[in-house]
């Protein structure tokens, strides 16, 4: 499965920012989808997750503010994330795998930076 991100810039505290990502491939390397991110001298911690099914998961950091979709109809998933802080910036990196717990473990994409000013 290769994966293609788009979206993510440089954004204001309070601000909003939507990342898309694009799968070709496997149908069943793309049952779920999301996102994990990178922070500067940080480890790569998961953000947001979601199946064809529907099922979703998220970071506590970020329930509330973030939201995952995708079209079941297109191995796609967005990510809005509203109410952006300056702890949000990092590299997000998409994701996909046969499921949830094992996305992981699955194809990933070239990281897309993400910016928040305070």
């Known amino acids: 499965v290769q994966l293609q991100a788009f979206g993510g810039g440089v954004v204001q505290a309070g601000g909003s920012l939507r990342l898309s990502c694009a799968a070709s491939?496997?149908?069943?390397?793309?049952?779920?989808m999301g996102w994990y991110r990178q922070a500067p001298g940080q480890q790569r911690e998961p953000v947001a997750f979601?199946?064809?099914?529907?099922?979703?998961w998220y970071a506590d950091s970020v329930r509330g503010r973030f939201g995952i979709s995708r079209d079941n109809g297109k191995p796609a998933v967005d990510l809005q994330m509203n109410s952006l802080q300056p702890e949000d910036t990092a590299v997000y990196f998409c994701?996909?795998?046969?499921?949830?717990?094992?996305?992981?473990?699955?194809?990933w994409g070239h990281g897309t930076e993400v910016t928040v000013s305070s």
């Open positions: 491939g496997s149908d069943d390397g793309t049952v779920a």
């Open positions: 994701v996909s795998g046969s499921t949830i717990a094992t996305v992981n473990q699955g194809s």
């Open positions: 979601i199946t064809t099914s529907g099922a979703t």
